[in-house]
T-cell receptor, first 112, second 112 residues
Framework: ETGVTQSPTHLIKTRGQQVTLRCSSQSGHNTVSWYQQALGQGPQFIFQYYREEENGRGNFPPRFSGLQFPNYSSELNVNALELDDSALYLC???????????FGPGTRLTVL | DQQVKQNSPSLSVQEGRISILNCDYTNSMFDYFLWYKKYPAEGPTFLISISSIKDKNEDGRFTVFLNKSAKHLSLHIVPSQPGDSAVYFCAASEIGNEKLTFGTGTRLTIIP
């Protein structure tokens, strides 16, 4: 059984640019959540997708958006990057809503 | 507003002894609590959870205690092993809400 995978592993962007991060959920998992982990902090909830619909959102501006595809993989898009967007972005999938979340290794984004 | 707090950024424990990691929360609507363990370059891994209807849950060497009146939970690891060296995150969620709220983590180092 393949776990949650994320790509790319690392990414460097400049302020104002746009970025797309990708996540493949664990086989059979229909719920995907995205978290941002800044240095020295715990992961902060960005949003969750369930069967291709957004199902809950944390305190992040609209320039953070997402998609979930029919195969349950997901993308996180961030527009107009700011220096404070530099963080580890974690994707987590679960078999059903409310179930244990399995995390991927994350994508480390650096904004210069 | 930090709703889940882990006040000890780091903890060192001798191999074979008990490790006790603490977590406090402020949101009385939280009803499900989890501990995750994180190694460098990996995503958080689920360790153990407890629902608010219980005050203790055990899984092998790991026991989580919940004191609802004090809004406090703790993770006990007995006996501690070198492989337990990692960052431990406490997380909480409200009933019907998929969002996990994490603490800032405690780095546990087991000394051989």
């Amino acid at each position: 059984e393949t776990g949650v995978t994320q790509s790319p592993t690392h990414l460097i962007k400049t302020r104002g640019q746009q970025v797309t991060l990708r996540c493949s959920s664990q086989s059979g998992h229909n719920t995907v959540s995205w978290y941002q982990q800044a240095l020295g902090q715990g992961p902060q909830f960005i949003f969750q997708y369930y069967r291709e619909e957004e199902n809950g959102r944390g305190n992040f501006p609209p320039r953070f958006s997402g998609l979930q595809f029919p195969n349950y993989s997901s993308e996180l898009n961030v527009n107009a990057l700011e220096l404070d967007d530099s963080a580890l972005y974690l994707c987590a999938s679960s078999l059903v809503r409310g179930d244990e979340q399995f995390f991927g290794p994350g994508t480390r984004l650096t904004v210069l | 507003d930090q709703q889940v707090k882990q006040n000890s950024p780091s903890l060192s424990v001798q191999e074979g002894r008990i490790s006790i990691l603490n977590c406090d929360y402020t949101n009385s609507m939280f009803d499900y609590f989890l501990w995750y363990k994180k190694y460098p370059a990996e995503g958080p891994t689920f360790l153990i959870s407890i629902s608010s209807i219980k005050d203790k849950n055990e899984d092998g060497r790991f026991t989580v205690f919940l004191n609802k009146s004090a809004k406090h939970l703790s993770l006990h690891i007995v006996p501690s092993q070198p492989g337990d060296s990692a960052v431990y995150f406490c997380a909480a969620s409200e009933i019907g809400n998929e969002k996990l709220t994490f603490g800032t983590g405690t780095r546990l180092t087991i000394i051989p």
